[in-house]
């Protein structure tokens, strides 16, 4: 198991530092978020990329302050295979991912993140489209 600690902030004004995260990666991925010792959300996974957007969609009250959230940051399927979803690209639009825009999905950060992951997948269209002009 893998312990990360990652910032938060609740509903919008409530800030917790060093929330949590357990990763099991075993057949499939298990995260666990403990918030505090009373909340915890669980998800699994065929990798913690898939893992953090589930998190998310279950409790959208909560923002946190690390790449995965953020809304151009994406994983490839090589990233997905080979790092089990821990890393993922930082994207732009028009421009094709490449090594040097690969980041731990768990670093900080605090701009342009999503609370819901559905942002991220709209985003993840919108970069794909952009591609082909």
Not at 17 to 35: A, F, G, P, Q
Not at 61 to 73: F, P, R, S
Request: aromatic share 10%.
């Amino acid at each position: 198991m893998q312990v990360i600690k990652v910032k938060v902030i609740y509903d919008n004004h409530i800030d917790i530092n060093d929330v949590e995260i357990n990763l099991i990666n075993d057949i499939k991925c298990v995260m666990t978020v403990r918030i505090t010792n009373e909340y915890k959300i669980t998800a699994e996974g065929e990798d913690f990329f898939e893992c953090f957007k589930k998190v998310r969609g279950l409790d959208k009250a909560i923002t946190y302050y690390c790449k995965g959230a953020k809304i151009n940051v994406l994983p490839s399927r090589m990233t997905r295979q080979m790092t089990k979803g821990l890393t993922a690209y930082e994207t732009s639009l028009g421009a094709p991912a490449r090594k040097e825009n690969l980041v731990n999905i768990f670093d900080y950060e605090d701009k342009n993140l999503a609370s819901d992951p559905i942002e991220q997948d709209e985003y993840e269209a919108k970069w794909f489209l952009s591609l082909n002009n």
